[in-house]
Every structure is written in C-alpha cells, then in structure tokens.
C-alpha cells in the first residue's frame, strides 16, 4: 500500500473507532441510559423528538429520491409541470412543519416547567463549584463534604448551587441534565436515582486548566445506609491516635505543615467560616479525591502530596517540599479519617 493510502485508511480507522467508543456498554457518562425519573423525562422527549425527525428524514429524502429519478430528463421526454409559486404547495409544506413544531413543543415546554419545579418532600443540598472540585453542604445536618455526593435512593433531591470563583456547569448524565453554577447566584437542579449505584458527574462549563478534571460522584445509598452515613458523617475526626504511631505522627505533620490554612478536619482544627478546600474530616470514607480525578489510595496520595499541579494544572493547593517521610505520615493519617 502507498504512504498516502495509507493514511487515508488510518484516518478513516480512526474515525470508525471513534463512532465505536459511542457503543461502550454501561458507560459512566452515558446520557441515554437514565437511572432516575427526571433524566428518564428528558428521554423519552429525546425519543419523541428523534423518531419524528426520523419520520420527517424519510419522507423528505423519498420525495426527493422520488423527483430525481421520476422527472429525470430522457430523450423525447417533455419539460415537467413546473410549480413555483403555487399557493397551495407553498402552503402545505409551511403548515405541515409548523404542526409538528406545535406538536413537539407541548411536552418540551410541559417537560421545562416540570423538571424546574421542587419536588414535594426533597432533600436539600448545596453544591459550591471551586476550580476544581465541587463542595457539597447539607443544610439540614451541618454536614460539609466534596467530591462524592451522597444521597437517599429513591428520593427527590433539591440542589441548590452557586460557584465559588468562575462559571461551572453541575452534569450528572444518569440522573437529570446540565445547571450552571453562578457566583453570586443561585440555581436549581433535581436529581434522583432509582437504586442504590454510582454516577459520575462532570463539570460541564470550560472553566480553567483543570477544567477537565474537575470531576465527581455521586453514590445513592438505600435509606438505612443513608442514615448511618449521615450519622457518621457528624461526628468529628478521631483525636486519639495511638501514641508513637505513623498516623500520630501524620497528624502533627498535618498540623504543622500549613495545611489547615486551607483545610478543615472537625475537631482537630476548628474554625469558622469557609475554607478554600475540600473539608478532609471524613477524607477515607471517599472512593475518590481532587475532583474525582483521581481514585483514593496511596499511590496516587503520594503523588498528589509530593506535588499536586503535577496531576492538576493550577490547582490552589501548592507544592509544601514535603519529605517522602512526611508524605508517608500523612497518608497514614489520612487514612483513619473514616
Ligand atoms: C493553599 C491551600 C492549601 C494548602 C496549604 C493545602 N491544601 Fe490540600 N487542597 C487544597 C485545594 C484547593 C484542594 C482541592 C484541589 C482540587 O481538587 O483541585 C486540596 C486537596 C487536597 C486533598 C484532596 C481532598 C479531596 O477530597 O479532594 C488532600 C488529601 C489534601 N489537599 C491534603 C493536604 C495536606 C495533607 C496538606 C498539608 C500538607 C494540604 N492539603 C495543604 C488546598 C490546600
Ligand atoms: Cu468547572
């Protein structure tokens, strides 16, 4: 084969894998596979509207199809009817468009109101957007966490969002569509999952290095296990460690390296009002950290804390020249924060 096929045929590989990737079975993001009621309504208006494009496809092309074939020249044949300007056609093919456009914009606008308005007995939420990673407080329990957002199965759940710095954009595929987060603005958005699972989440406003990175969960959990969630998530950070162990001595690392300039672990360094990071009180009890790029273990913890902009570009949390020592430590610390 000559370079230039070649290439050609790579191209065109290529681009057939591309269109594969779009078959993935149980992929994460998939926005056509609902998994709750109110991403389940934009579905089936997905469906309605896609099946009467694809009614209005076919018969367009067969009408052209039609035209070309039927009214081609030949020899001997006369010059068809020509129809410009008739009335009548010019008024069926404006009115036929305009019905179907009334049609499909009854349940589109019924499906808008709907998903907008607060569902009865909802769970308050609110989501914070950082650059990046998203920060998530329940109101009702003085509960502050990030990156997994934990919620009841099957139950309506309110969030109500802001951003902290630029614009970002809330997207949970499998459980409803995109809502901005505006500084200085609120906005809505209802999420609810049918059963206990995982979603992912992405930000989905360009807003930074790290855009693409700026990641999360969402993990619904049956009622009972919801509870003893909440319940735990209440409680303070363990103080005492057993005297002369790694995480003992993490926790001073901890304490004395300048991390709670940034950071909060309740109970062991208390203060008021916000702080510009993830709360690290119950760091352990989540599957994921820094914006859900990255699974919680030691390996990548190491990486993180030996230099974080490395796996995030322009992350706020600075390189501290922390000792492989040290780093050591505070991953065994990390790690009782359950
Ligand atoms: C100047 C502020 C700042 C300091 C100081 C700082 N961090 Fe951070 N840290 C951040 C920010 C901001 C993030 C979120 C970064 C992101 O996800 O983009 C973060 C994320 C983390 C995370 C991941 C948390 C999660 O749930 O995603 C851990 C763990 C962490 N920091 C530990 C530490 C430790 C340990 C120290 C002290 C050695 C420290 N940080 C010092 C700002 C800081
Ligand atoms: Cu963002």
């Known amino acids: 084969m000559n370079k230039k096929r070649f290439f050609k045929y790579k191209n065109l ?26 991403a389940r309504q934009i579905d089936d208006l997905f469906w309605l ?37 008739n009335n009548i056609l010019e008024l069926t093919w404006t009115i036929i468009p305009i019905l179907i456009l009334a049609a499909i914009a009854v349940p589109t606008v019924r499906t808008i109101f709907d998903l ?13 957007g950082h650059q990046w990673w998203f920060e998530y407080k329940y109101p009702d329990y003085g509960i502050t966490t990030a990156n997994v957002l934990v919620i009841p199965a099957d139950t309506p759940v309110r969030l109500e969002m802001w951003s902290n710095d630029v614009l970002h954009n809330y ?77 003992e001595e993490g926790q001073q690392v901890y304490l004395n390296a300048g991390c ?15 702080r510009i990071a993830p709360n690290l009180t119950h760091f352990a009890n989540r599957n994921v950290f820094a914006g859900a790029a990255l699974k919680n273990n030691k390996e990548n913890l190491t990486k993180w804390l030996a230099n974080p902009a490395e796996i995030k570009p322009g992350t706020f949390m600075p390189n501290l020249e922390l000792t492989e020592k040290e780093i050591e430590a505070l991953i065994a610390y990390l790690g009782t924060l359950k």
């Not at 590989?13 to 109110?38: R, W």
């Not at 907008?116 to 609110?126: D, T, V």
Request: glycine content about 8%; charged content about 20%.
């Open 13 to 38: 590989s290529l681009l057939i894998l591309l269109f594969l990737t779009a078959c993935i079975e149980n992929a994460p993001m998939d926005s056509l596979s609902p998994a709750g009621p109110y």
């Open 49 to 85: 509207t896609f099946w009467i494009a694809v009614g209005v496809f076919f018969i367009v092309q067969g009408a052209l199809i039609f035209s070309v074939f039927y009214f081609r020249d030949m020899p001997g044949k006369p010059e068809p009817k020509q129809i410009h300007g």
């Open 116 to 128: 907008a308005r607060e569902p009865e007995g909802a769970l308050k939420i609110e989501v914070i």
């Open 171 to 247: 997207w949970v595929p499998k459980l409803n569509g995109k809502r901005y987060l505006v500084p200085g603005q609120k906005t809505y958005l209802n999420l609810q999952a049918d059963s206990p699972d995982e979603f992912w989440a992405q930000c989905g406003e360009y807003c930074g290095l790290s855009h693409s990175k700026m990641r999360g969960r969402v993990l619904s959990l049956n009622q009972k296990d919801f509870e003893n969630w909440v319940n735990n998530q209440k409680l303070n950070a363990n103080k005492d460690l057993a005297e002369g162990s790694l995480a």
């Open 260 to 274: 709670t300039q940034c950071h909060v672990i309740n109970g062991v360094w208390d203060v008021q009002g916000d």
